[in-house]
C-alpha cells in the first residue's frame, strides 16, 4: 500500500474495488440500487394487488429474511466478523416489545423503536467487549452470548419465563381487529427491507463503510492507516442489530406469542449465515438474493414429494457444494466473472 | 443439612458425567488445534455414536462396552471422510467457510438421521449394579464411562506424545509449512486428527447412551457443552479439555443443589464468555 497517498484511509485496498463512485447523485447514481429498491417494492406490492394471504405469508417470510441477512451483512460481510448468534437482536428485541406490548399497554409504534434500541445496546455493550476477540473465538463467543441469553430468559420471570409472553387478542382491536393487523406488519415489514437494503448500501458506500471493508481485509493494517477499528466495529455491530431488533417486535407481534426456545434459536442464526453465503457476502444484492433464494428453495424442498423427508440433508448438500465450489456467492462470482457488472451490482 | 446432603448425591454424579463431557469436547478441541476448525458436525457425530451403541446393544445383543471397538473405528473412518469431503477444500479459507462446510455436514447427518430415525426418543436398557457410600450413590454405567474416559484420555496423550503419527499431529499443529517441509503428508495427518476427533465424539456419545435416553437432536446440547470445555480447557489443548469437563460436571454437580437446575446453563454459558474475554487461551493455557 502506498504510503504516499493524501487521504490514507480511503486509499484502495484491493484493485478490484469500484464502489465508490462520484457525481451527482454521488454513490446513488448506480442503478443496481435503485432495481433492488424497485424489485422489493413490486415483490411488496404484488399481494396488496391479488389480496391473497397466502402469497402475503410467503412474501413475508422473505423479507424478513431479507432484513436480517443484510444485517447480519453488515457485520460479517462489510466487517469480516463472524457473528453466529445474530438472532440474539432479533429474539431480545421481540422480547422487550412484546413485553411493552402485553405489560405495559404500549403501543406498537412505541414498543417497535424501544425493541430495536434494547437490540442496538445489547449490540453495543456486546461489542465493546467481545469484539476484541477475533476470528473463531468472536464467533464463538457470540453463539456463547445466544445461549446465555436464551437460558437466561427461560429463568427470567418478567419475561414469561420458559412460557414466554402471549397477546391478548383484544391488542389487535387498536389496529383494526386481527386481519388488519396482519395487513398492517406486512406493509411494515417492506419499508423495513426497504430501509435494510438502503442501509446497507450507504454504509458500505461510505467512508465509514470503507473502513470497515479495511478492517476485514488486515485489522492491523486499517489501524495503522488510521481507522478507529474498536470504535467502527462496535458501530457496524449497532447497526447490524437495530433492525433485527425492530422487525423482532414486528414478527412476535404478528406471531401473538414469543418463547424463549423460537426466539434464540441457533439454527435460524445459522440460516441467516447461509443466506448471506449463498448471495455473496460483503455485496448489497446479495443478502438479498440469498435470503429470497433460501427461502423459495426451503419451500420448494418442504413440499415437494420426493425431498419432503430429507429437505434438511438435500438443503445440506448444496450449501457444501456452494461453500466448496463459489465461496464468493452468487452475486460475488458474478462480479468475477464479468468485472463489467461490478459498476452496476452494488 | 439438606444442602450437603443433595450435594453428596448429586456432586458426585456431575464429576463422573463430567468425565464423559471431557472426552467429547477432546475431540472438539483437538480438531481445533491442529487445523483451526471448529467442527460444526460435532454434535451430530455425538449423537451416531448413540444410536451406534442402541443398535449393537438392542440388534446384536453386544455388550455396549465392546461396541465402543466397532462405533471408535466407524467414527474414524467418518471423519476422515468428512474432512476429504467436506474440510480439506476450505482448510485455507476464512473461518466462516470451514464453519459452515461442517455445519452442512450436521444438516447432512441430522436431515438424513431425522429420515430414518424420526425424532423419537430412544433409550438403551442396559444397567450395571450401583455402589452405594453413605447417602452417596454411584451408577454403575456412569463409573465405567467415566473410566473409558480416563482410559482414552491416557491413549490420546500416549498417541501423542510417543508414537510416531502422533508426533507428527503435534508438529502439523505447530507449524504446518514446516511440518511439510520435514517431509510429512499435511494432508494425511490433517485427515487422521479429524478422524480421531470425530472417533472421540463417537465414542463420548456411545457412552452417555449407556445412562441418559436420546433422540437425533441430543447432540447439539452436548456439542455447546463441549465448546464451553473446550474453551475452559483451553481451545486446542486436548488433554485440558478432560480437566473441562470436570470443571463443567462439578458446577452441574455442586449447582443444584443451591439454585434451581434451570439456572445451570445460564451459569455455564455466562462462564463461557467470560473466560472467551478474560483468558481466551483458557484456565490451563494452550497455544494462544
Same mark, same amino acid.
Given at each position: 500500500m502506498s504510503a504516499s497517498s493524501s487521504q490514507p484511509a480511503s486509499a484502495?485496498?484491493?484493485?478490484?474495488?469500484?464502489?465508490?463512485q462520484t457525481g451527482v447523485?454521488?454513490?446513488?447514481?448506480?442503478p443496481g440500487i435503485w432495481l433492488i429498491l424497485l424489485a422489493i417494492v413490486v415483490v411488496g406490492v404484488w399481494p396488496v394487488v391479488t389480496q391473497r394471504a397466502a402469497t402475503r405469508e410467503v412474501i413475508f417470510t422473505v423479507l424478513l429474511s431479507v432484513v436480517l441477512a443484510s444485517s447480519l451483512n453488515i457485520i460479517l460481510?462489510?466487517?469480516?466478523?463472524?457473528?453466529?448468534?445474530?438472532?440474539v437482536f432479533f429474539g431480545l428485541g421481540g422480547y422487550v416489545g412484546m413485553y411493552l406490548l402485553s405489560a405495559?399497554?404500549?403501543?406498537l409504534w412505541v414498543a417497535i423503536p424501544v425493541g430495536g434500541l434494547a437490540a442496538a445496546l445489547l449490540a453495543f455493550l456486546l461489542g465493546k467487549a467481545i469484539l476484541r476477540l477475533r476470528g473463531a473465538y468472536f464467533a464463538l463467543a457470540t453463539i456463547g452470548v445466544n445461549e446465555a441469553m436464551r437460558t437466561f430468559i427461560n429463568n427470567f420471570e418478567p419475561f414469561g419465563g420458559p412460557t414466554g409472553i402471549s397477546l391478548n387478542l383484544k391488542i389487535y382491536q387498536e389496529y383494526g381487529g386481527a386481519a388488519q393487523a396482519l395487513w398492517l406488519t406486512y406493509y411494515l415489514l417492506v419499508v423495513f427491507a426497504l430501509g435494510a437494503i438502503i442501509l446497507s448500501f450507504m454504509v458500505k458506500t461510505s467512508k465509514f463503510g470503507l473502513g470497515l471493508v479495511a478492517i476485514r481485509e488486515d485489522e492491523d493494517a486499517a489501524e495503522v492507516m488510521g481507522v478507529i477499528t474498536p470504535n467502527a466495529k462496535t458501530w457496524a455491530y449497532v447497526l447490524s442489530a437495530i433492525l433485527p431488533g425492530m422487525v423482532g417486535v414486528l414478527f412476535y407481534f404478528k406471531n401473538g406469542n414469543v418463547e424463549p426456545g423460537d426466539a434464540f434459536r441457533l439454527h435460524f442464526s445459522i440460516e441467516l449465515l447461509v443466506m448471506v453465503m449463498l448471495g455473496g457476502?460483503?455485496?448489497?444484492l446479495g443478502p438479498v438474493i440469498g435470503a429470497a433464494g433460501y427461502q423459495r428453495l426451503r419451500g420448494f424442498l418442504l413440499t415437494s414429494p420426493l425431498f419432503k423427508d430429507i429437505q434438511l440433508a438435500v438443503a445440506g448438500v448444496l450449501l457444501l457444494v456452494i461453500i466448496l465450489f463459489?465461496?464468493?456467492g452468487a452475486v460475488g462470482w458474478l462480479r468475477n466473472r464479468f468485472p463489467v457488472l461490478r459498476r452496476v451490482l452494488p | 443439612m439438606p444442602q450437603i446432603d443433595l450435594l453428596l448425591a448429586s456432586l458426585p454424579d456431575g464429576i463422573l458425567l463430567g468425565f464423559v463431557y471431557g472426552l467429547a469436547a477432546m475431540g472438539l478441541a483437538l480438531i481445533w488445534g491442529v487445523?483451526?476448525?471448529? @467442527?460444526?458436525s460435532h454434535g451430530p457425530i455425538i449423537t451416531l455414536g448413540m444410536f451406534g451403541t442402541f443398535f449393537l446393544f438392542t440388534?446384536?445383543?453386544?455388550?455396549p462396552y465392546l461396541g465402543l471397538i466397532p462405533i471408535a473405528a466407524l467414527g474414524l473412518l467418518l471423519g476422515i471422510l468428512i474432512y476429504i469431503v467436506a474440510v480439506h477444500r476450505v482448510i @485455507?479459507?476464512?473461518h466462516l467457510s470451514s464453519l459452515l462446510a461442517t455445519f452442512s455436514v450436521n444438516m447432512i447427518i441430522i436431515g438424513l438421521g431425522t429420515a430414518l430415525l424420526t425424532t423419537s426418543p430412544y433409550n438403551v436398557d442396559f444397567t450395571l449394579p450401583a455402589i452405594k457410600i453413605g447417602s452417596t450413590t454411584l451408577l454403575g454405567t456412569r463409573l465405567v464411562a467415566a473410566l473409558v474416559s480416563i482410559l482414552f484420555t491416557g491413549g490420546l496423550y500416549l498417541f501423542l506424545y510417543r508414537a510416531r503419527p502422533g508426533k507428527y499431529i503435534r508438529a502439523v499443529a505447530n507449524n504446518r509449512a514446516a511440518a511439510e517441509l520435514m517431509g510429512i503428508d499435511s494432508t494425511r495427518i490433517l485427515a487422521l486428527s479429524f478422524g480421531l476427533g470425530t472417533m472421540l465424539a463417537a465414542v463420548s456419545g456411545a457412552l452417555i447412551a449407556t445412562f441418559f435416553p436420546f433422540n437425533i437432536l441430543s447432540g447439539g446440547g452436548y456439542e455447546l457443552k463441549s465448546f464451553v470445555i473446550s474453551v475452559l480447557g483451553g481451545l486446542g489443548n486436548p488433554i485440558g479439555a478432560l480437566f473441562g469437563g470436570l470443571i463443567l460436571g462439578t458446577l452441574e454437580g455442586i449447582i443444584p443443589a443451591f439454585l434451581e437446575t434451570s439456572w445451570v446453563p445460564v451459569i455455564e454459558f455466562s462462564l463461557f464468555v467470560m473466560i472467551l474475554l478474560i483468558r481466551p487461551s483458557g484456565l490451563f493455557g494452550a497455544k494462544s
Open positions: 484502495p485496498l484491493s484493485p478490484k474495488r469500484s464502489d465508490v447523485l454521488g454513490t446513488w447514481r448506480n460481510g462489510y466487517t469480516g466478523y463472524v457473528s453466529f448468534g445474530h438472532i405495559q399497554q404500549a403501543s457476502f460483503g455485496t448489497v463459489i465461496p464468493a | 487445523m483451526n476448525v471448529i @467442527n460444526l440388534r446384536a445383543d453386544t455388550n @485455507n479459507a476464512p
